[in-house]
């Protein structure tokens, strides 16, 4: 199965992807959490994004587009994946879409995470994993660049497919049984 978790930054993709990967064995592909480890590491990826990180900007589309092309060849997501993160800017929609399509392969869901402005700002402050983005700076841009540039992705599956809007507020619980009951039917 190929999932698109698509959601404002705060809204919890991370932590239901996981979710999913784990009662789905569906492998969690998140862009942001490479671009982390490849900073951790230090690696030539890592060093050209860092500064774009921090700032809470966009990492070029080329770049995001030929990572994830490069990583959804390998065995792990030969059955399918979640994306999180992934696209964020209807180029990259589009350039997904292409890579798809070469691939003879479709999309299964694209599940929006619906969670109120108030709720993010106030998700991200207290985030426990205390990301070096996560300050009331970085927040606000991430939610700029979000409102601007990666909004407008769900309007172009809603003209292209179909997309499930899941109430992300409540428990964590309560959240995945949502998604559990749009990805079981
Ligand atoms: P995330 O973990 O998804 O919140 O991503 C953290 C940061 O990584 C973002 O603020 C961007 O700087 C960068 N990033 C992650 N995914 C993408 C993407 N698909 N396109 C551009 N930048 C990305």
Redesign the pocket.
């Given at each position: 199965m190929k999932i698109i978790l698509f959601g404002p930054?705060g809204a919890g993709?991370?932590t239901q992807a996981s979710l999913i990967q784990k009662n789905y064995n569906i492998p969690h592909l998140?862009?942001?959490?490479?671009?982390?480890e490849a900073i951790g590491n230090e690696t030539e990826l890592g060093k050209k994004?860092k500064s774009?990180?921090d700032?809470?900007?966009?990492?070029?589309?080329q770049?995001?587009v030929d990572l994830?092309a490069e990583e959804i060849m390998k065995d792990q997501y030969a059955k399918g994946y979640i994306l999180?993160?992934?696209?964020?800017?209807v180029a990259?929609a589009e350039a997904f879409d292409e890579i798809l399509a070469n691939q003879n392969d479709a999309l299964d869901a694209f599940i929006f995470l619906k969670v109120p402005e108030e709720e993010l700002v106030k998700r991200i402050l207290s985030r426990e994993d205390g990301?070096t983005?996560d300050t009331e700076e970085?927040v606000k841009k991430?939610l700029a660049?979000y409102y601007k540039?990666?909004r407008p992705v769900k309007e172009y599956y809603e003209e292209n497919g179909t997309v499930y809007e899941v109430d992300g507020t409540g428990s964590i619980d309560e959240i995945f049984s949502r998604i559990q009951s749009v990805l079981d039917n």
């Open positions: 930054p993709k991370g998140s862009t942001g959490q490479i671009f982390r994004v774009i990180l700032s809470g900007d966009l990492v070029p589309d770049t995001v994830v999180d993160g992934f696209p964020r800017t990259q990301r983005d970085g991430r660049v540039e990666t």
